[in-house]
């Protein structure tokens, strides 16, 4: 019962309980909401690319090599969270055009640092 007593003593500790919590929120919110990791990687590169004139409405899936015990650091492709990059899919309403396509291709590849082949770019049907 000291530590309770000695947390209510600190002077506003509601107050600063509230910022950090606030903090808190901030981060998690500031980063796609997923905390990072691949869902935050897709949702940060889809809003990226949907900035490219003539995309329109972009959605990203990232594929990724689990990750193992290897070592990467020889790796063709950048290693994050959820492994070595092995694809990107894109899909844009936009992407009828072919240097639309184009442009979201290489901004693509140049944002993960993967090979051309690697990343396939779509039409978006309607649904």
Known sequence: M??????KGIKHFEWILLLAAAGVL????????SGG???GDEARLA???SGIDGAGKVEVFI???EKSDAVYAFAAQP??????IKG???IASGAGDPMVRLK?????RVALGVPAANVSVHKMGER
């Open 2 to 7: 000291k530590l309770l007593e000695k947390i």
């Open 26 to 33: 901030f981060v998690y919110f500031s980063s796609g909401g």
């Open 37 to 39: 990791g691949a869902a």
């Open 47 to 49: 809003g990226i690319l």
């Open 63 to 65: 594929s990724y090599d």
């Open 79 to 84: 290693e994050r969270e959820g492994g070595v």
């Open 88 to 90: 990107v899919v894109i």
């Open 104 to 108: 979201l291709a290489e901004a693509a």
